[in-house]
């Protein structure tokens, strides 16, 4: 059986990479009781993918993983009990879902776009009015920023990957697309905008935190996102029949 997982990210574990958080989820699933299955070989690993692994310093309501079972749990509500009980502060387990085994349904390759929300650390929000340029800022037709790469710089149009900006009380509401075809961080945006008005942002003044992830089930001419949660089925336990 494949599984998806959905856990939050907090506290001192933002701070913790990727690769530390894989080690500490095989950690936190041998001492579940979950029986995950491994790959064969010579150097067995357990089965399991990330979508779109979150950055250092960020925080998250919405991070996804894909395992596979060899034993199904007897319902959703008993994997996240058992992963939670087996995990510690800073990591919890909000979803568990059953889903599809064709590979089409890998949730690193369905992640399209994630809502992002931007604030600023006490202190480091700029002087004057900031917000009010925001849905201007959003109305234009182009937003162009030079984009290193490993060998050179060039000029990339960023304004067809933001798919929804907004802000409300100091903090800004970003859709953005995300994924392997186009991928766009919430910080770039923001420095692209205060620049654009000439207030740029102090170091480290970000704040962000991350809320869903989507895939998009439309096509070119209309996007229709899903959070990667709603493509799967939770496990219902199993009615008892009644003694008669």
């Given at each position: 059986m494949k599984?998806?997982?959905?856990?939050?990210?907090?506290?001192?574990?933002?701070f913790?990479?990727?690769?530390?958080i894989?080690?500490?989820?095989?950690?936190?699933?041998?001492?579940?009781?979950?029986?995950?299955?491994?790959?064969?070989?010579?150097?067995?690993?357990?089965i399991?993918?990330?979508?779109?692994?979150?950055?250092?310093?960020?925080?998250?309501?919405?991070?996804?993983?894909?395992i596979?079972?060899?034993?199904?749990?007897?319902?959703?509500?008993?994997?996240i009990?058992?992963?939670?009980?087996?995990?510690?502060?800073?990591?919890?387990?909000?979803?568990?879902?059953?889903?599809?085994?064709?590979k089409?349904?890998?949730?690193m390759?369905?992640?399209?776009?994630?809502?992002?929300?931007?604030?600023?650390?006490?202190?480091?929000?700029?002087?004057?009015?900031?917000?009010?340029?925001?849905?201007?800022?959003?109305?234009q037709?182009?937003?162009?920023?030079?984009?290193?790469t490993?060998?050179?710089?060039?000029?990339?149009?960023?304004?067809p990957?933001?798919?929804?900006?907004?802000?409300?009380?100091?903090?800004?509401?970003?859709?953005?697309?995300?994924?392997?075809?186009?991928?766009?961080?919430?910080?770039?945006?923001?420095?692209t905008?205060?620049?654009?008005?000439?207030?740029?942002?102090?170091?480290?003044?970000?704040?962000?935190h991350?809320?869903?992830?989507?895939?998009?089930?439309?096509?070119?001419?209309?996007?229709?996102?899903?959070?990667?949660?709603?493509?799967?089925?939770?496990?219902?336990?199993?009615?008892?029949?009644?003694?008669?």
């Open positions: 599984a998806r997982v959905k856990f939050s990210k907090y506290g001192f574990m933002k913790i990479g990727h690769l530390d894989m080690r500490y989820f095989q950690k936190m699933i041998r001492r579940s009781g979950l029986d995950i299955a491994f790959t064969e070989g010579l150097s067995p690993h357990m399991m993918s990330f979508a779109a692994p979150l950055g250092v310093g960020l925080t998250s309501d919405a991070e996804y993983m894909d596979e079972l060899n034993t199904p749990p007897a319902s959703s509500q008993e994997a009990g058992a992963l939670n009980r087996a995990g510690t502060d800073g990591i919890t387990v909000t979803g568990f879902w059953q889903i599809p085994e064709d089409a349904n890998k949730a390759t369905l992640v399209a776009a994630a809502n992002y929300k931007l604030s600023f650390r006490k202190g480091l929000a700029p002087a004057g009015d900031w917000q009010s340029g925001i849905s201007h800022f959003y109305a037709k182009e937003i162009i920023v030079q984009k290193k490993k060998k050179s710089e060039k000029e990339v149009d960023i304004r990957m933001i798919y929804e900006m907004s802000v409300n009380s100091g903090t800004v509401f970003m859709k953005l697309a995300a994924g392997s075809a186009a991928n766009l961080k919430p910080d770039l945006v923001m420095d905008y205060l620049h654009s008005i000439g207030v740029p942002a102090a170091p480290f003044a970000y704040e962000i991350r809320c869903e992830i989507y895939a998009d089930l439309g096509n070119v001419k209309k996007r229709k996102l899903v959070s990667l949660g709603d493509l799967g089925h939770e496990i219902i336990p199993a009615k008892r029949s009644a003694n008669v």
